[in-house]
Nanobody, 111 residues
């Protein structure tokens, strides 16, 4: 059984930073491609970032240059560093592995 747990969300002013984390149990991160998604109010869930088994990363264009994805294999965690946050980044952020999702963490960016 895989369990994913996000943390690190909160309320921040525009231009600020947050660091989200995703902790996994039941699987080893380094064996799987991992994803970050987000869902804003009344919008569909959208892909944000990917980190592959070999550590390669891909970031969606809307946040490229502001967000970075990384992982700590020893701790079996993945992180999403979010800088220069904008009100349009407000959403619930989720991590995903295979078909498993975390419960999400709320990020709210005030203008």
């Amino acid at each position: 059984q895989v369990q994913l747990q996000e943390a690190g969300g909160g309320l921040v002013q525009a231009g600020g930073s947050l660091r989200l984390s995703c902790a996994a149990s039941g699987r080893t991160f380094s064996s799987y491609t991992m994803y970050w998604f987000r869902q804003a109010p009344e919008k569909q869930r959208e892909w944000v970032a990917t980190i592959t088994r070999d550590g390669s990363t891909v970031i969606t264009a809307t946040v490229k240059g502001r967000f970075t994805v990384s992982r700590d294999i020893a701790k079996n965690t993945m992180a999403l560093q979010m800088n220069s946050l904008r009100p349009e980044d407000t959403a619930v952020y989720y991590c995903k592995m295979l078909t498993y999702w975390g419960q999400g963490t709320q990020v709210t960016v005030s203008s």
